[in-house]
């Protein structure tokens, strides 16, 4: 028996992505989001989660895709990173996969649209290809340019 | 329930900590008390038998933690105290003193046997002088050292009334009824043979204890195995208050109290209690009265990890969501049912059960929201509480005489604000005792009483406390303080300064109160810190004084820090919150009355020139400006007024603030965040960062600020 990892898998346009199952804490229905003025464009704002305020990623936005309308398949996936919540919003929520971890590769300079900083891998199940995301670089990244932002840009007033 | 967490010493440490602390304090209290019977012939045996209790309680626990320092230094107090209520000693001053000092090397003990200081030294030297203290009137000597002591004790109180009894009773069957429940829901655990753990021997133990002290027989002497039968009779307090230590092994904890109690001395084994117990014979009616009158007297509190009741106030939250969706259903299916016409009779009236009980559910919610809002509130008192002993020894050291008078101490505030504010209080008090109050000789030559009063005293008002720390001594020395001042170089020789502003100057950083009258006082600590740690807390600091008849300190504190009034203003659709502390008022102008200054907008208020801040437009919002009118909040920001636009006012409410995750990071002008009501969030405006922002960034703005 070969190593397996298990990953929850989801949709961006026709692109398959998945997350370690480890860091997936809930998944939700797409909820009303407050919008947070002057935060990273791909920061889509804030939700109420049973009184926990979360921070909302729109995953088109930080992969730098085109936004689409939400859907009724539109989903929140919640994220634990230590001791950070995060919620990304992906078109939607496929399965549950179990992936051989020989079939995971070292991601691919011509994957289009994701910037391979934040791709841990490419896993390969039979003629599907999944995108394993790094979601620490993800949320660091985030925390980054939020100070980029704030101090680059000059208030409007 | 995992083994490896059957027992987790550090909790027992902690839960031993805080029950310690707790007990300190109340024989500090009780000392104080006992202190005025000093020399006259009479006492109050229930002060006594409070002190007795305390340490014996103390003795107990830091036998079960193996603390033996601690124990032992209690158990020499213990027998002191037995003494006394015996009427075997006279209470006399080098006595109290030697108490007073008893209280404190066990405290240095307390802290070191938990790793929170140092190993006291001097321990031994101390417990020789109470020793030979002891010797003099108990030349037994057996009181100090055997069970004996333990079982004379209970002689001497006071039996109980039927209701006390039967009270007592219930609780002892309810807390049988629990260990023995949680220890079948926990075979696994049961079944662990370590000696630390319960087991179904301690229940068996417990119960033969208790039915030993409930079937009063003739036996009017209990023999030595009493004292064991006796010993599981503390339960009823202490279950109740352990639960949420000991929460993830309950079953374990209780039933383990139980045995270890009965053999503070020796390391627990579970098996111990049972021969001990079972035999005991009928037990006389005194014994059972010896430890409801415990559970009587005692608060009936429980600890709390504050965490603990975030979490509530988080699911409490959530609740508040779901019920607001089932109201909007209820409503929904009854305008459908009214739309439909021939609806059955039986649906409609469905549809309006479902709207009572969804009205009843709201209630009840807004209940529970209060409530633990409510929960988090501490009196005041746990702060007062170690000023008795603080005054008695600062003023005894400067040979002063002074009475503190305490009142209000049950007033409630914020957890988090009872914790800060000890320090300012504390400085203040001192302050009054080395400053304040003259000593003896000088005041009598001015005219007053030779023990000068300090008046500690707490209230609420509106939704602020108040707390007052005044004296009857010398009052602030205005000329005194001016020459510092002036030697200071704060004011000059010729600057004219009325009272008041000479009073302010105290608040100067450096101007330290060390030069002031005494050299013991001035650690260090200034007023200026007392004022900006009472600040920090948003409240307000103020003081008055009159030379000759004394100083009065006055702070006045928000109720809590978690939750403020916040004004609610609608931006492009958003709902913000503005504290309502910078708020100075909410004015709706006219577009025409805005004018232009150097590309900035100002309004001229009152004859002063204000300038304004779109929020929508600051935020990036999607925001079209009304063009007839401008809603405007004018905020306060050191002394300056600035108008910040808003779209509408939408009342005042109190929230609670809620970090934005660091996910987001910080953003200029938004502080938090918080949930109203109806689950939605609204995003609290920071007004500091805000104005900082839009004229460190906007040019136009900027300039208008240095033009005004």
């Known amino acids: 028996m070969s190593e397996t990892i298990q990953v929850v898998s989801f949709k961006l346009g026709s692109e398959e992505y998945g997350v370690d199952i480890a860091q997936v804490q809930e998944i939700n229905r797409m909820v009303a989001v407050t919008h947070v003025p002057r935060a990273p464009q791909f920061m889509e704002g804030v939700i109420n989660l049973r009184g926990q305020l979360i921070p909302i990623i729109d995953l088109r936005t930080r992969f730098a895709m085109p936004r689409t309308e939400h859907t009724k398949n539109t989903r929140i996936v919640v994220t634990e990173i230590g001791t950070k919540r995060v919620g990304m919003v992906v078109d939607s929520v496929s399965e549950v996969l179990r992936l051989p971890v020989e079939q995971i590769e070292a991601a691919p300079e011509m994957i289009t649209g994701v910037d391979t900083e934040y791709i841990r891998g490419v896993g390969k199940i039979e003629d599907r290809l999944i995108i394993l995301l790094d979601l620490a670089r993800i949320i660091s990244g985030a925390e980054k340019r939020e100070l980029e932002a704030a101090d680059v840009e000059p208030a409007a007033v | 329930m995992p083994a490896d967490d059957f027992f987790d010493r550090s909790e027992f440490v902690q839960y031993f900590r805080d029950e310690t602390d707790e007990l300190l304090q109340s024989i500090d209290a009780d000392l104080l008390r006992l202190e005025q019977f000093v020399d006259t012939g009479s006492i109050d045996v229930e002060i006594v038998n409070s002190l007795f209790r305390a340490l014996h309680t103390i003795k107990g626990s830091a036998g079960m933690l193996e603390f033996a320092g601690v124990q032992q230094v209690a158990h020499k107090l213990e027998s002191v105290y037995d003494l006394l209520r015996k009427d075997r000693m006279p209470l006399t001053e080098s006595g109290v003193n030697l108490l007073f000092e008893g209280r404190d090397v066990l405290t240095a003990l307390v802290r070191a046997a938990v790793g929170e200081g140092e190993a006291p030294t001097g321990v031994d030297e101390y417990v020789g002088r109470l020793d030979d203290f002891a010797a003099v009137y108990d030349s037994t000597a057996q009181a100090i050292e055997g069970p004996r002591s333990e079982h004379d004790a209970e002689e001497d109180l006071t039996p109980l009334d039927e209701a006390q009894l039967a009270a007592f009773e219930a609780d002892v069957a309810r807390m049988l009824a629990e ?13 662990e043979p370590t000696p630390e753990a319960g087991s179904g021997v301690d229940v068996d133990a ?31 307090t202490k279950p109740v208050k352990a639960a949420p230590t000991f929460g993830r092994a309950p079953g374990a904890a209780k039933p383990t109290k139980v045995s270890l109690t009965a053999q503070p001395a020796s390391p627990p084994k579970a098996a111990a209690a049972k021969p001990a117990a079972a035999p005991a014979p009928a037990a006389s009616p005194a014994a059972p009265a010896a430890e409801p009158k415990r559970a009587v007297t005692k608060n009936q509190t429980i600890r709390v990890d504050i965490e603990r009741l975030d979490m509530l106030l988080n699911l409490v939250g959530e609740l508040v969501i779901n019920r607001t969706r089932i109201s909007d259903i209820a409503a929904t299916l009854g305008r459908e049912l009214g739309t439909n016409g021939r609806a059955e009779g039986g ?89 304040g109050i003259e000593p003896p000789e000088v005041r009598e030559g001015r005219g007053k009483a030779r023990h000068g009063t300090i008046k500690l005293n707490a209230y609420h008002e509106g939704n602020q406390v108040i707390i007052e720390i005044s004296d009857d001594g010398g009052g602030i020395d205005l000329s005194r303080v001016r020459e510092k001042a002036i030697r ?15 009073i302010e100057l105290i608040f100067t950083p450096g101007f330290s109160t060390a030069d002031q009258v005494t050299d013991v006082s001035g650690r260090g ?16 600091f103020d003081v008055d004084s009159v030379q000759g008849e004394g100083t009065k300190f006055t702070m006045k504190l928000p109720l809590t820090l978690a939750i403020i009034q916040a004004l609610l203003v609608r931006v492009a659709q958003e709902l913000y919150s503005i504290p309502l502390d910078a708020v100075i008022e909410s004015q709706r102008i006219d577009a025409a009355e805005v004018r232009t200054v150097h590309g900035g907008e100002v309004i001229t208020l009152r004859g002063q020139v204000v300038p304004l801040i779109r929020v929508g437009e600051f935020f990036r919002l999607d925001a079209p400006r009304d063009p007839d009118k401008v ?10 007024q600035v108008g910040l636009v808003v779209d509408s006012f939408q009342g005042e409410q109190e929230i609670v603030i809620k970090p934005l995750s660091d996910v987001i990071g910080r953003i200029a002008g938004i502080s938090g965040a918080t949930i109203l009501g109806n689950g939605s969030i609204s995003l609290i405006i920071d007004v500091h960062s805000l104005v900082a922002s839009a004229y460190g960034g906007g040019k136009a703005a900027r300039a208008e600020f240095s033009g005004v």
Do not use: W, Y
């Not at chain 2, 002074?402 to 504010?421: F, P, Q, R, S, Y």
């Not at chain 2, 809603?631 to 300056?640: P, S, Y």
């Open chain 2, 488 to 502: 200071l170089g704060i004011i000059g020789e010729a600057d004219r300064l009325n009272d008041r502003e000479i």
């Open chain 2, 525 to 540: 600590v200034g007023m200026d810190v007392v004022k900006k740690n009472i600040l920090r807390l948003k409240g307000v």
């Open chain 2, 631 to 640: 809603m405007i909040v004018i905020v306060g920001l050191q002394g300056r």
């Open chain 2, 179 to 191: 260990a023995q429940s949680r220890q079948s829901d926990a075979p696994e655990a049961a079944a």
């Open chain 2, 206 to 236: 417990a119960q033969a204890a208790v039915d030993a002290l409930f079937s009063f027989g003739d036996d009017a002497a209990a023999p030595a195995p009493f004292a064991a039968a006796f010993q599981p009779a503390p339960a009823p």
């Open chain 2, 347 to 435: 649906l409609t009236t469905l549809a309006k059960d479902l709207s009572e009980s969804s009205a009843l559910l709201a209630r009840t919610t807004n209940e529970i929201q209060e409530s633990i809002m409510k929960v988090r509130m501490v009196p005041i008192g746990q702060v007062f509480d170690r000023f008795p002993r603080m005054v008695r020894d600062l003023a005894k050291a400067r040979g002063k005489e002074i009475h503190l008078e305490i009142a209000g101490a049950e007033t409630d505030l914020d957890k988090t604000i009872v914790d800060e504010v000890g320090e300012p209080l504390m400085h203040l008090v001192r302050n009054c005792v080395d400053h």
